[in-house]
């Protein structure tokens, strides 16, 4: 059975960092893209970041470029997601997803998700 779980989330201050992990269990996902989005209380899912380990192609929603980073293990088992000056419109539940093929920020079309952890960022 296939999981993906994450973990780091937390409370830390504005300006902060935080590194999210998601490990997958359960298969390999060598050819896929990997993917982390958010959803704040009151809000939609949305896109976050994206990985596609087979060429280490990233792609990022324009509110997280040079802040955020994903990034990929060698061994193509964990996904991180180094989040650094955090803000409090960063305060979100945050999922690892996972899909066959290019990146994405279409959550639909994503075909694996984590339980997701919690990122606080108090001002």
């Known amino acids: 059975q296939v999981h993906l779980v994450e973990s780091g989330g937390g409370l830390v201050q504005a300006g902060g960092s935080l590194k999210l992990t998601c490990a997958t269990v359960?298969?390999?996902?060598?050819?896929?893209?990997m993917g982390w989005f958010r959803q704040a209380p009151g809000k939609e899912r949305e896109f976050v970041a994206a990985?596609?380990?087979?060429?280490?192609?990233?792609f990022y929603a324009d509110f997280v470029k040079g802040r955020f980073t994903i990034s990929g293990d060698n061994a193509r088992t964990t996904v991180y997601l180094q989040m650094n000056n955090l803000k409090p419109e960063d305060t979100a539940v945050y999922y690892c997803?996972?899909?066959?093929?290019?990146?994405?920020?279409?959550?639909?079309?994503?075909?694996?998700w984590g339980q997701g952890t919690q990122v606080t960022v108090s001002s």
């Open positions: 997803a996972a899909r066959w093929g290019t990146p994405t920020g279409t959550e639909d079309e994503y075909h694996y």
């Open positions: 359960g298969r390999t996902f060598n050819s896929y893209t």
């Open positions: 990985l596609r380990w087979s060429v280490g192609t990233t």
